[in-house]
C-alpha cells in the first residue's frame, strides 16, 4: 500500500504528463512533453 506522500507525488506527476488535462495519457502528451524538454541536453 502506498503513502499519501506517494499518491501525492503519483497525482502530481500524472498531472505534468497529462498536458491537455483530459485525465488521460496519449501521444499527444508525449509529445508536448518531449517539446518542453527539447532544449535540455546536447550530446
Known sequence: ???EFQ??????M???FD???NGY??????VA???RW???CRA
Do not use: H
Open 1 to 3: 500500500m502506498s503513502s
Open 7 to 12: 499518491r501525492t507525488k503519483l497525482r502530481a
Open 14 to 16: 500524472f498531472e505534468a
Open 19 to 21: 498536458a491537455d488535462g
Open 25 to 30: 495519457l496519449e501521444e499527444a502528451d508525449f
Open 33 to 35: 512533453l518531449a517539446d
Open 38 to 40: 527539447g532544449g535540455g
